[in-house]
């Protein structure tokens, strides 16, 4: 039911730096895992970046760590990544997406934002 909007995208050389932005509506965004995947064109949807609930636990595909990071502002309902050394296979629609785990019941509600495309050229 969160409600989930991308920011940030852009046209930008290899090299360059970019920071995405995703806003969080709701009351209960502090109970979510969030992460932001990919889509190239013609390509799946990847994962890329992942952030626990307290912001103390990052996850990064291969592809991007080193490069990229992930955090959250659970008073600002936010979650943003800061995207460095862009290369032009990281061309894509960046999706953030909000995970709500439930172990006991072995259940998983995700929510997704409608993207915001990145471009990178060389």
């Known amino acids: 039911q969160v409600q989930l909007v991308e920011s940030g995208g852009g046209l930008v050389q290899a090299g360059d730096s970019l920071r995405l932005s995703c806003a969080a509506s709701?009351?209960?965004?502090?109970?979510?895992?969030m992460d932001w995947f990919r889509q190239a064109p013609g390509k799946e949807r990847e994962f890329v970046a992942a952030?626990?609930?307290?912001?103390?636990?990052?996850y990064y595909a291969d592809s991007v760590k080193g490069r990229f990071t992930i955090s959250r502002d659970n008073a600002k309902n936010t979650v943003d990544l800061q995207m460095n050394n862009l290369k032009p296979e990281d061309t894509a629609v960046y999706y953030c997406?909000?995970?709500?785990?439930?172990?006991?019941?072995?259940?998983?509600?995700?929510?997704w934002g409608q993207g915001t495309e990145v471009t990178v050229s060389t």
């Open positions: 952030l626990s609930r307290n912001g103390g636990n990052t």
């Open positions: 709701g009351h209960t965004f502090s109970l979510y895992v």
């Open positions: 997406a909000a995970r709500l785990i439930l172990v006991r019941v072995n259940t998983t509600y995700a929510y």
